[in-house]
């Protein structure tokens, strides 16, 4: 059974939650957060690297065509 699930990850969807809370999660253990908001991903990731967090973000939502250049300079995963 340990095999079969070796490779889940668990990626917390961060909407409607702040630095803070997120900050609070990761010193529980969880390090990937999911945001569906480029502007929210990039808010959130800038003031989380100013404490040397280790996150691992990732984009879940819908991209729209004029956001694509600021979510690259984030380099979350897709």
Do not use: C
């Not at 803070?20 to 999660?25: A, C, N, Y």
């Not at 990039?42 to 040397?52: F, M, P, R, S, T």
């Amino acid at each position: 059974m340990l095999e079969k699930t070796k490779n889940v990850r668990l990626v917390a969807a961060s909407k409607y939650v702040d630095a803070s809370i997120i900050e609070k999660l990761f010193d529980q253990g969880i390090v990937e957060f999911g945001e569906n908001q480029v502007q929210a991903l990039a808010q959130k990731k800038e003031n989380l690297d100013e404490k040397k967090l280790d996150i691992k973000w990732h984009f879940i939502g819908m991209l729209q065509s004029n956001k694509i250049n600021l979510l690259i300079k984030q380099k979350p995963i897709l």
